[in-house]
């Protein structure tokens, strides 16, 4: 299973600025007009077994209806937005660390996965989405005869 990451570059040069901003002693959140937003990327957790690919994604803070969820062309997609609270003041913060702002993971799907039956769960901020595999692709004990 291939991993599709958008944007790859620029979450990289923001991990590196973010360090080099810790370094010195700088943050950037005092600097700004607003706070910061971007892009920012769930982590995933994914586990294969004999009858299906487990996909576990967190994305704390938000519900299911905040999260859209596409099997297309054999690839499995799940994008939404993740906002800022509205009614913050800057100046009672120390630090602000959260990413904000849209998200988008995309995975390719192995051709043996049953793309009609995939079933995705919403918990705690926690989404498992269930690939089950074809008939065809699950392993089988074959018998062998002597003559």
């Not at 959140?29 to 769930?42: C, K, L, M």
């Not at 994305?59 to 499995?76: Q, S, Y």
């Not at 995939?118 to 926690?126: E, I, P, R, S, T």
């Amino acid at each position: 299973m291939a991993l599709v990451k958008l944007n790859p570059l620029f979450n990289e040069l923001n991990t590196a600025t973010n360090r080099l901003n810790r370094l010195f002693g700088r943050d950037d959140v005092w600097e700004t007009d607003g706070f910061t937003s971007g892009d920012w990327v769930p982590a995933v957790d994914i586990v294969e077994s004999d009858r299906q690919i487990t996909i576990k994604a967190e994305f704390p803070g938000l519900e299911a209806k905040d999260v859209t969820i596409t099997v297309d062309n054999n690839v499995l997609a799940f994008q939404g937005e993740r906002r800022a609270e509205k009614d913050i003041k800057k100046e009672n913060y120390h630090r602000l660390e959260r990413s904000y702002g849209s998200f988008s993971r995309a995975f390719s799907l192995p051709n043996y996965i049953d793309t009609e039956k995939v079933m995705a769960d919403f918990k705690n901020g926690l989404l498992t989405v269930t690939l089950p595999k074809k008939e065809a692709a699950k392993g089988r004990t074959v018998e062998v005869k002597t003559a």
